[in-house]
């Protein structure tokens, strides 16, 4: 079964500092991964994906991701945190039916 | 997304009471999703459809049940509410004929306490 997994419930980092969110997953056959943002009373927004191809990909508000076949690992990434990038994220793989399976979502806090 | 549209935004009911949550999407698309969110379970499905003749359980639809009303409306009911459905729930649409089936659009989200 496809499986995705957030190790971090909550991160926190200094304003200006590199931020790094955690995702592994579990798939049979080639990984459709996705990044999603939940901000304070809002539903999901879309970040980014990776379906095929560079395994740098680039997303929303300054966000990327790395995939790393070899660790099964998709990782969230900013250069320089902003405090209003402070919300959930979560880590999520399609699985055979099209549906997507979520991750337990990691909390980050980014401090002025 | 203010394409995904949900009501109630919030609600407060009492054990055994029958509730609907009610989501619509003026995004055209055919595929709808209902999910809840509880802190550290992150989002679980509950039902799905991908279009308005198809309907499938998702991986917690005991207690629950969907109408697919046109595709624009997919309504979630909870027959006799209990307090274990308190939770956070969301609507979400995604289009398979524009090649985006993968992004999911998400509602704002409907908050149900169940005392």
């Known amino acids: 079964a496809q499986s995705v997994a957030q190790p971090e419930d909550q991160v926190n980092v200094a304003e200006g500092n590199p931020l790094t969110v955690k995702c592994t997953y579990s798939v049979s056959g080639n990984p459709y991964l996705f990044w999603y943002v939940q901000y304070p009373n809002r539903g999901l927004q879309f970040l980014l994906k990776y379906i095929t191809g560079d395994n740098l990909v680039k997303g929303s508000y300054g966000f990327e991701a790395e995939f790393n076949k070899s660790q099964t690992s998709f990782h969230l990434k900013k250069p320089s945190a902003l405090v209003s990038d402070s919300a959930l994220y979560f880590c999520a793989v399609r699985d055979y039916t099209d549906k997507l399976i979520f991750g337990t979502g990691t909390r980050l806090q980014v401090f002025p | 997304d203010a394409d995904v549209t949900q009501t109630p935004r919030n609600r407060i009911t009492k054990t055994g009471k029958r509730i609907m949550l009610e989501c619509s999407q003026t995004?055209?698309?055919?595929?709808m999703y209902w999910y809840r969110q509880d802190p550290g379970l992150g989002l679980r499905l509950i039902y799905y459809?991908?279009?308005?003749?198809?309907?499938n359980k998702g991986e917690i639809s005991d207690g629950y049940s969907v109408s697919r009303q046109a595709q624009a409306k997919f309504s979630l009911s909870l027959e006799s509410a209990i307090p274990n459905q308190t939770a956070l729930y969301f609507c979400?649409?995604?289009?398979?004929?524009?090649?985006?089936?993968?992004?999911?659009?998400f509602g704002p989200g409907t908050r149900l306490t169940v005392l």
């Open positions: 459809s991908f279009d308005v003749k198809d309907i």
């Open positions: 979400a649409t995604s289009d398979l004929r524009t090649g985006g089936r993968d992004t999911q659009y």
């Open positions: 995004k055209g698309h055919d595929r």
